[in-house]
């Protein structure tokens, strides 16, 4: 049976998503403990991660998940949450009837909630190294923020998109790679490519958080524009 400082964490998880109303976020009914054992029960989600979806669907099928995920992120955002481990296999995507895909965000396991006066995390930051941002692979706690779940989105949608992560290899390769160096053009992967749905990825992907979206609902907006055919925001690299 879980200690006292377990339980405490996983009840604190689980409150965190349960705060959360959104369409696209796993619901939390009931946390509770039975026989010494604690347990979430959560809504029943009919599908598969995009992580083994993401064969059978279309580059704007892909897009438009992301875009429904990114509004989901924001709602948690503004309740003062951050996920920390965006990836592929944390999003559960539901084949409707008309053949649409509905997305979910899952595991909030990571996620802490944000003080809001220092805007410091509370509790340990960990993450998977193909999909996490560099100042997470710093171990920078401190400046965890929105911005490092836009990343996440960015890595996950490279993947989707490429078929692999921005960065590839054992742990240690990535998380030097993911501090050093620029990941692989997406066109060097499919050069059907739009370069807008490029640029898009790539602002996602900036090292530095600052040059990242701002919001995540400014990344779902952008890819809202990306997929009506609208000018997006970003701008390449090297413009200015």
Not at 97 to 116: H, I, K, N, Q
Request: proline share 6%; glycine share 8%; with cysteine.
């Amino acid at each position: 049976s879980f200690d006292t400082r377990q339980r405490r964490h996983f009840e604190r998880e689980a409150r965190a998503q349960a705060s959360i109303e959104h369409p696209h976020i796993c619901k939390i009914y009931e946390v509770g403990e039975v026989e010494g054992q604690p347990y979430i029960a959560m809504q029943l989600i009919q599908g598969s991660s995009l992580a083994n979806l993401q064969q059978v669907m279309t580059r704007d099928d892909k897009v438009r998940a992301i875009q429904k995920v990114a509004e989901a992120l924001h709602a948690a955002h503004v309740q003062g949450l951050i996920h920390r481990d965006i990836k592929p296999a944390n999003i559960l995507v539901e084949r409707r009837l008309d053949g649409t895909f509905w997305p979910y965000l899952m595991d909030f396991g990571l996620a802490r909630e944000v003080d809001s006066n220092t805007q410091t995390s509370l509790g340990g930051a960990e993450g998977t190294p193909a999909f996490m941002a560099p100042e997470q692979a710093r171990g920078e706690k401190q400046r965890l923020d929105a911005r490092t779940d836009i990343y996440g989105l960015g890595s996950t949608l490279y993947s989707a998109v490429a078929g692999r992560p921005p960065f590839v290899g054992n742990a240690t390769d990535v998380l030097v790679a993911l501090l050093l160096d620029e990941p692989p053009r997406l066109r060097t992967f499919d050069p059907a490519v739009p370069a807008a749905l490029e640029t898009i990825i790539g602002k996602c992907l900036e090292k530095e958080p600052a040059r990242r979206y701002a919001s995540a609902q400014a990344l779902a907006e952008d890819l809202g524009r990306y997929l009506e055919g609208a000018l997006i925001r970003a701008r390449p690299p090297g413009l200015l």
